[in-house]
T-cell receptor, first 113, second 116 residues
């Protein structure tokens, strides 16, 4: 069955440090992949998505992600984290023909001063 | 981006009562909306797919008689939790699929349901 795995439940980084959030997917030669951010009281916001083409995808808020088919991964990166980046991050993939999403369990990012 | 609203944002009800949650796409038409459920510290799990003018498609294990979904217009889908019990307490999130230029899902802010 299709699935998305985010191995890290909680990550803490210092402000200004680089960030990498891991995401692995199973099943499917060419998955459609997404990264969302969820802040308290707000809906999920799309950071970036990968459908095809260039495997390095640029998103909003300075985030990028790289699709690596050989590793079944789609890791999210940011070179310098800001305190406002503290939130829950979800990796997701298309789950069916109707366009529903299958989510990973999420990674909570904390940013220390 | 497009905006999806949910109402109410928070609801507390007694066991046995029914609760209706509304999901609206404010600036685009959504023929397809999705309802997800999120447990604390867990992922979003798809409950059902709501298509305008037709019956919703429920995921395995989701009771369609308990979670009634109505998608009566291109901008509104409702989820009614019937005869709610404490185990139905959860965070319910809807999303609307914009099949226009972006073909992107836009999420509502969620509804926190607490059943006493």
């Amino acid at each position: 069955a299709q699935s998305v795995t985010q191995p890290d439940i909680h990550i803490t980084v210092s402000e200004g440090a680089s960030l990498e959030l891991r995401c692995n997917y199973s099943y499917g030669a060419t998955p459609y992949l997404f990264w969302y951010v969820q802040s308290p009281g707000q809906g999920l916001q799309l950071l970036l998505k990968y459908f095809s083409g260039d495997t390095l995808v640029q998103g909003i808020k300075g985030f990028e992600a790289e699709f690596k088919r050989s590793q079944s991964s789609f890791n999210l990166r940011k070179p310098s984290v800001h305190w406002s980046d503290a939130a829950e991050y979800f990796c997701a993939r298309y789950g069916g023909s109707q366009g529903n999403l299958i989510f990973g369990k999420g990674t909570k990012l904390s940013v220390k001063p | 981006g497009a905006v999806v609203s949910q109402h109410p944002s928070r609801v507390i009800c007694k066991s046995g009562t029914s609760v209706k949650i509304e999901c609206r796409s404010l600036d685009f038409q959504a023929t397809t909306m999705f309802w997800y459920r999120q447990f604390p510290k867990q992922s979003l799990m798809l409950m059902a797919t709501s298509n305008e003018g037709s019956k919703a498609t429920y995921e395995q294990g989701v009771e369609k008689d308990k979670f009634l979904i109505n998608h009566a217009s291109l901008t509104l889908s409702t989820l009614t939790v019937t005869s709610a019990h404490p185990e139905d307490s959860s965070f319910y999130i809807c999303s609307a699929l914009d099949r226009g230029v972006s073909n992107e899902q836009f999420f509502g802010p969620g509804t926190r349901l607490t059943v006493l």
